[in-house]
């Protein structure tokens, strides 16, 4: 009998032990399946470290940058990572975030866990200048003016239109995707702001409308940063450049009223509704093209976001923008083509890229026109010498394009090729006639230096269409 009992509580010894490993396991297994989130773990710390609502950090962190923080790059007014920390010669909050946190310039630059807790820090210092004591801190609505200080507006209304569009993204709640595959939540909720001192401020959305385009409103920009002409009398206007903020729709209108910008544009677009302000009457001259001559010939069109996001490139924005282009195009008798629609890229010496390669010119263009015809699916292109064929815009050479009529699929900005006073950045889509492989490999648009520097058209004289 008592081996017996021995023999039963053995077995019962290894039964215990196997379930124990078994759920051991399961448990290692479940840990190990869990996705990683390190941007939603460092809103929840950040926030819990300085008493900020997680909700809103990310709400206010979205609508300044989509939660990317570009690589550490700055934004066209100095603003750093995913709650675009300022550096410029009138805003601090990247420093004053380095002397709270303890965090170097480095860091708070290029690091999203610890840009997030810079920015959770400034806005805390923002809550203690209003006086907001541990119970209103928990009340995510009475941050109202705490948010407005943060976005360093150059003026009530704009500050009023900055914390609008951040509780705007608070109420309608996040999910906001990010580059590593990570998704970040905020749930959609009521919420009711106190606005304080900013209950008396001009709402900017629904100032006067504009004199050039009633569609939009009306806010001045420094007029340090254009100048002041009798278009078209004095110059003619017949183009139409589009740019790409690289900031949010209140910080752009900031920025272009400050007067150490020395860059504006006619127009600002929103990316969440269409939303269009005026900045520079169109009889001005913006300082928008890098360029004078294209300055003084052009309308210059921001669109609220940054080049390497789609995401900020929304229906409503492309309707919106499309609809004043063409409204310009009409009252100036501008064609609505490609040659006088252009990106910033497109314009003679431009050092920037904009509106990049996530800007779908078919879709915006069908706007403008209100066509609905698809773009070629080949361009048939004359190349005046053999080109060499690459894996990737300036890669590895794969193959040759021979002389003569070819075709192409579509075109990218790329390494600039240049031979002399000849050069292009344009690169081409086609199909090689030697080489290995020879699908879908990659040329210069040099080759095409019938149409001149920087450009890239097909025989008829038409843009080739953005890969």
Known sequence: ?????????????????????????????SASAAPAAPLTDAFARAATAYDVPRDLLVALAYAET??????????????????????????????????ITG?????????????????????????????????????AGRWYEAVAGYGNASSPEVARLYADTVYDFLGRGV?????????????????????????????????????????????????????????????AIDRVVIHVTQGSYAGTISWFQNPAAQVTAHYVVRSSDGAVTQMVREKDVAWHAGNWSYNTRSIGIEHEGYVSDASWFTDAMYRASAALTRNICDRYGIP???AHIIGHVEVPGADHTDPGSYWDWTKYMQYV?????????????????AAPGHSSPGGTQTGTLNQGTNYVYCRTWGPNVQVGADYNHWWLKTDLDSGSPWQNQWVSAYYLARWGNDVAKDNSGNDIRNC
């Open 1 to 29: 009998m008592q081996l017996t009992r021995m023999r039963m509580s053995c077995r019962l010894t290894v039964i215990l032990s196997a379930t124990l490993t078994i759920l051991l396991g399961a448990l290692g297994q």
């Open 66 to 99: 989509h939660l990317d923080g570009h690589d550490g790059r700055p934004s066209a007014s100095g603003g750093y990572g995913v709650m675009h920390l300022v550096s410029n010669p009138t805003t601090h909050a990247l420093e004053q975030a380095a002397k």
């Open 103 to 139: 965090k170097s310039l480095t860091a708070l630059r290029t690091d999203d866990a610890a840009n997030i807790l810079g920015g959770a820090a400034v806005l805390r210092a923002h809550a203690d200048e209003f006086g907001l004591d541990a119970a209103a801190r928990k009340d």
């Open 175 to 235: 999910q906001a995707p990010v580059r590593s595959g990570e998704v970040v939540t905020v749930r959609p909720r009521e919420i009711r702001p106190d606005l304080g001192g900013y209950a008396r401020t001009p709402d900017l959305n629904a100032q006067v409308a504009s004199a050039d385009y009633p569609s939009a409103s009306w806010v001045a920009a420094s007029s340090s940063n254009y100048t002041v002409a009798g278009r078209p009398s004095t110059y």
């Open 336 to 338: 609505k083509d490609r």
């Open 369 to 385: 026109t209100g066509g609905t015809t698809p773009p070629p699916a080949k361009y048939w292109v004359d190349t005046f010498a």
